[in-house]
């Protein structure tokens, strides 16, 4: 069973950006499947390393167009992006360097960081969006 299943309620109303998010969802359940089946250390730190790039790439897509549709408190949401890629850096460094395993708490980490910034900031700016016809 997955450890995040997607809901209507986080979509944006931002096609590209919901289906990135069901991206997100997916790589989460993913690197948890990883962890639950003990899989090796090459596997895990892979499958992380996939998903810091991807939240990279999600994150200037949203940024991008925060910026094109004058969303007010994109400065705000911005400082959001850069904490969690500092964290989730960190996590990826720690594992590189033997500091730390990969365990059911840090997929629960990123799980409960996605849902809330989905449903919290996230749905902030995609109001601001939809507004302005993006959809």
Not at 28 to 41: D, G, P, S, T
Not at 81 to 89: N, Y
Request: charged share 25%.
């Amino acid at each position: 069973m997955a450890m995040f299943e997607w809901k209507d309620e986080y979509s944006v109303n931002v096609r590209e950006i919901d289906e990135q998010h069901k991206q997100l969802v997916s790589m989460i359940n993913e690197l948890h499947e990883a962890m639950m089946q003990q899989r090796a250390k090459d596997v895990l730190s892979g499958l992380l390393n996939k998903l810091v790039s991807y939240c990279a790439s999600h994150f200037a897509t949203e940024e991008r167009l925060m910026q094109t549709h004058g969303y007010p408190d994109y400065a705000a949401h911005k400082v959001k992006h850069e904490k969690m890629t500092a964290k989730v850096l960190a996590l990826q460094n720690d594992l590189k360097a033997g500091k730390m395993n990969l365990t059911v708490e840090v997929s629960q980490f990123l799980k409960d960081w996605l849902d809330k910034h989905i449903l919290g900031t996230d749905k902030k700016y995609a109001a601001h969006l939809n507004s302005k016809g993006v959809n």
